[in-house]
């Protein structure tokens, strides 16, 4: 009988992204008994490193690629930072599985042995985010920063923080913390004022629709909490037809049988937001998110989210996602 050939599991190449899909494969082992190996996918993301993300296309940017070796059968499965992940999937693509989520939180990166905050940052100083949501939400606390766009992998951008080239960061702290670099941090930002992007922290192991050799072996990792967290926030970014690098963040926070979902828009220049939250059912995500999404735009987020698309169509300087 021949030997069961292993599961190819489709990656983009950085750092981060190859130990993210490193640990998915070895919990699929683990669970399973079936080898995983992996196999590395250039996506345009990666390609194009010296334009912010929202000026060259938005959504699926470090996806598409991946998406198109799966449906054609060069890999069995692939993982995605699920914050990266477009609210549709391409058809014939399907979420096999959510693993328990990571920290949501921000975090702050300053020069190694220096601890600083936001708050200590020196006035004018220069903050690095290829984010236009964490943009917004630094400016709208200390609006004399000169917040500057940042490209390129976590140990690229912790490396022009040494080089003096900015002030601090900001990052997410799944990355920070999967890859041991927790040291680095200097301030965790708290999401009760400062929201996450819908989806930070968590991972999606996404499969062939109607590939049941490979979701059995994905599903074992669903965390159904986790899945529906970011089921409820990825519900409000759709309903607000607001891509990935738009200046929108939400947090679901499940509890029992109920979650909470806090949503906000902000302007980039930090000079209007509105917020809004709800609770519902844990079992019913989309309708919890379409609620919260509902109330922003009744409180004006439209029109918000419309002079921002505005000016990335016209050329933003600085955008894009962490």
Same mark, same amino acid.
């Given at each position: 009988?021949?030997?069961v050939?292993?599961?190819?599991?489709?990656?983009?190449?950085?750092?981060?992204?190859?130990?993210?899909?490193?640990?998915?494969?070895?919990?699929?082992?683990?669970?399973?008994?079936?080898k995983?190996?992996?196999?590395i996918?250039?996506?345009?993301?990666?390609?194009?490193?010296?334009?912010?993300?929202?000026?060259?296309?938005?959504?699926?940017?470090?996806?598409?690629?991946?998406?198109?070796?799966?449906?054609?059968?060069?890999?069995?499965?692939?993982?995605?930072?699920?914050?990266?992940?477009?609210?549709?999937?391409?058809?014939?693509?399907?979420?096999?599985?959510?693993?328990?989520?990571?920290?949501?939180?921000?975090?702050?990166?300053?020069p190694?042995?220096?601890?600083?905050?936001?708050?200590?940052?020196?006035?004018?100083?220069?903050?690095?985010?290829?984010?236009?949501?964490?943009?917004?939400?630094?400016?709208?606390?200390?609006?004399?920063?000169?917040?500057?766009?940042?490209?390129?992998?976590?140990?690229?951008?912790?490396?022009?923080?040494?080089?003096?080239?900015?002030?601090?960061?900001?990052?997410?702290?799944?990355?920070?913390?999967?890859?041991?670099?927790?040291?680095?941090i200097?301030?965790?930002?708290?999401? &009760?004022?400062? +929201? !996450?992007?819908? %989806?930070?922290?968590? /991972?999606?192991? =996404? @499969?062939?629709?109607? #590939?049941?050799?490979?979701?059995?072996?994905?599903?074992?990792?669903?965390?159904?909490?986790?899945?529906?967290?970011?089921t409820?926030?990825?519900?409000?970014?759709?309903?607000?037809?607001?891509?990935?690098?738009?200046?929108?963040? &939400?947090?679901? +926070? !499940?509890?029992? %049988?109920?979650?909470? /979902?806090?949503? =906000? @828009?902000?302007?980039? #220049?930090?000079?209007?937001?509105?917020?809004?939250?709800?609770?519902?059912?844990?079992?019913?995500?989309?309708?919890?998110?379409?609620?919260?999404?509902?109330?922003?735009?009744?409180?004006?987020?439209?029109?918000?989210?419309?002079?921002?698309?505005?000016?990335?169509?016209? %050329?933003?300087?600085?955008?894009?996602?962490?």
């Amino acid at each position: 009988m021949s030997a069961v050939r292993p599961l190819r599991l489709g990656t983009r190449g950085s750092l981060l992204a190859t130990t993210q899909s490193g640990w998915v494969a070895r919990r699929i082992e683990e669970a399973t008994g079936r080898k995983v190996e992996l196999v590395i996918v250039r996506t345009m993301g990666d390609q194009i490193q010296d334009q912010p993300l929202a000026s060259i296309g938005g959504q699926g940017l470090f996806t598409r690629e991946l998406d198109r070796a799966l449906l054609d059968g060069e890999v069995d499965l692939a993982v995605h930072s699920l914050k990266d992940l477009p609210t549709v999937l391409a058809e014939g693509v399907v979420l096999g599985a959510v693993p328990e989520r990571e920290d949501v939180r921000d975090v702050l990166i300053g020069p190694e042995g220096n601890p600083t905050t936001l708050a200590d940052l020196p006035p004018g100083g220069r903050l690095g985010t290829g984010s236009l949501r964490r943009r917004a939400l630094a400016l709208a606390f200390r609006p004399d920063l000169e917040v500057a766009g940042i490209r390129g992998n976590l140990d690229t951008r912790m490396s022009m923080v040494e080089r003096g080239e900015y002030h601090a960061i900001i990052l997410a702290a799944a990355g920070v913390r999967r890859l041991g670099w927790t040291h680095r941090i200097h301030e965790h930002l708290e999401p &009760a004022s400062w +929201l !996450p992007a819908p %989806g930070q922290g968590a /991972l999606a192991v =996404v @499969v062939r629709e109607g #590939d049941a050799e490979a979701l059995k072996h994905v599903r074992p990792l669903d965390h159904l909490p986790s899945r529906a967290a970011v089921t409820a926030e990825r519900s409000l970014m759709h309903r607000l037809e607001a891509g990935c690098q738009l200046p929108v963040g &939400a947090h679901g +926070l !499940p509890y029992g %049988g109920g979650m909470r /979902l806090r949503g =906000v @828009v902000a302007a980039p #220049d930090g000079g209007r937001a509105v917020r809004a939250d709800a609770t519902g059912a844990q079992d019913d995500p989309e309708t919890l998110g379409v609620q919260v999404a509902d109330r922003l735009l009744e409180m004006g987020a439209d029109s918000i989210l419309a002079d921002v698309n505005e000016t990335v169509r016209a %050329g933003v300087p600085d955008g894009g996602a962490s």
